[in-house]
């Protein structure tokens, strides 16, 4: 009990002494003895938390982190937009998209290394389909955007939804038969969730 007492009575002492001790950081921008400032970032999460936290399109993430087009979801400095699949959407594709769109001529043999790269430009050129290199875009403008596979536009149409109330993003198809289910913000661009893949035949 005394020695409860005692460690009460010099917890006081003991924290007013770390305090005197205490060493301030300088910081880089700032001269030697003046107070550390800390980097502050956006409120607003990047692209790559956003797919880090939407669970309903971790198939998409997961081929994405296996291109370096995976670096526009963390770059602060450029504004995208990501049209991302669901993994329902994924897993109801005829192909995957890691087999390409047209399978391997009958009679052709791969070697396993010639397999994985071909398996990988596949999905660069699927991943790279779903991204728009600009953010915002115009949703209630229809017309074309360019994707970042060369030569891929798609085309945003405006359709009744049957909801005056509706957000922009809901009362849009891409392609013509894909919508958007959600629309999420981040602080280097915008997600958009589809309940479809956008083709790259």
Not at 12 to 29: C, D, I, R, W, Y
Not at 32 to 47: A, C, N, Q, R
Not at 71 to 94: E, G, H, Q, S
């Amino acid at each position: 009990m005394r020695l409860q007492l005692l460690s009460l009575l010099a917890l006081p002492l003991f924290a007013a002494a770390s305090m005197n001790e205490q060493m301030v950081l300088p910081s880089p921008n700032n001269g030697p003895g003046e107070p550390f400032i800390p980097v502050t970032y956006s409120d607003k999460p990047s692209l790559a938390d956003l797919l880090t936290i939407e669970s309903s399109a971790s198939i998409f993430y997961s081929y994405a982190r296996e291109t370096e087009l995976s670096k526009l979801f963390n770059d602060k400095d450029t504004r995208t937009t990501l049209l991302v699949p669901t993994n329902k959407a994924v897993i109801a594709l005829p192909r995957k998209p890691h087999e390409g769109p047209a399978p391997i001529q009958e009679g052709v043999i791969l070697s396993e290394a010639e397999f994985d790269d071909l398996s990988k430009k596949n999905v660069e050129r699927w991943v790279s389909a779903h991204i728009i290199p600009t953010s915002p875009i115009s949703l209630t403008s229809p017309g074309e955007h360019a994707t970042l596979l060369e030569g891929k536009n798609i085309t945003i149409t405006l359709v009744d939804s049957g909801d005056a109330n509706a957000p922009e993003w809901a009362r849009v198809v891409i392609d013509g038969n894909v919508h958007l289910t959600a629309k999420k913000v981040a602080s280097n661009g915008v997600m958009y969730v589809l309940d479809g893949t956008i083709s790259v035949d």
